[in-house]
Antibody, heavy 120, light 110 residues
């Protein structure tokens, strides 16, 4: 059974940093691309970043230069390092596994999310 | 303002067919595959459709997807109370070099 468990969210002041983690199990982690998607309170889904199985990375313009996605294949974990956080980064952050097609828009398994709140 | 445009709401009575549209442009829907997600209140999104019209295992065949030009659609046949949820379309955008989502459509079963 595929499981994705996010952690690392919390309350942080504007300009601060957080590192989100997503521990994966139930599939051969290093064979699949992974994605982070966020959802601000009461709003829709927003793609944040994806990383291919070979390590290529992609970012939304809103986070480019501030966020960094990475993986640790020995720990089956994907990370999202978030720096220079702003109030509009406040959201529930989901980790998702990219499906067999390899299309980053087709994420077949999702975690339950970790909440990031940016406020002074 | 989302790159992909969806109607904010749709509704129908049990048993009816409801269609949700998703309008984009050549750089996303026009040349890339479309996915659809369902999000029940308080839960993570669930993949319903990928590659325009493919269903993951476990998704009933009364849900179907289609694409024409720069628009895509999700159809729900035989509407059931359990279909009340938010629905999102998504596609890769070659110009933005990233994934774009629609703003979401709230489906209500009357």
């Amino acid at each position: 059974e595929v499981q994705l468990l996010e952690s690392g969210g919390g309350l942080v002041e504007p300009g601060g940093s957080l590192r989100l983690s997503c521990a994966a199990s139930g599939f051969t982690f290093y064979n699949y691309a992974m994605t982070w998607v966020r959802q601000a309170p009461g709003k829709g889904l927003e793609w944040v970043s994806s990383i291919s199985s070979s390590g290529s990375t992609y970012y939304a313009d809103s986070v480019k230069g501030r966020f960094t996605i990475s993986t640790d294949n020995s720990e089956n974990t994907v990370f999202l390092q978030m720096n220079r956080l702003r109030a509009d980064d406040t959201a529930l952050y989901y980790c998702a596994k990219v499906g067999e097609t390899g299309s980053y828009s087709a994420n077949d398994f999702w975690g339950q999310g970790t909440l990031v709140t940016v406020s002074s | 303002q989302s790159v992909l445009t969806q109607p904010p709401s749709a509704s129908g009575t049990p048993g009816q067919r409801v269609t949700i549209s998703c309008s984009g442009s050549r750089s996303n829907i026009g040349i890339n595959s479309v996915s659809w997600y369902q999000q029940l209140p308080g839960t993570a999104p669930k993949l319903l459709i990928y590659s325009v019209n493919q269903r993951p295992s476990g998704v009933p065949d009364r849900l179907s997807g289609s694409k024409s030009g720069t628009s895509a659609s999700l159809a729900i046949s035989g509407l059931q109370s359990e279909d009340e949820a938010d629905y999102y379309c998504a596609a890769w955008d070659d110009s933005l070099n990233g994934v774009v989502f629609g703003g979401g459509t709230k489906v209500t079963v009357l």
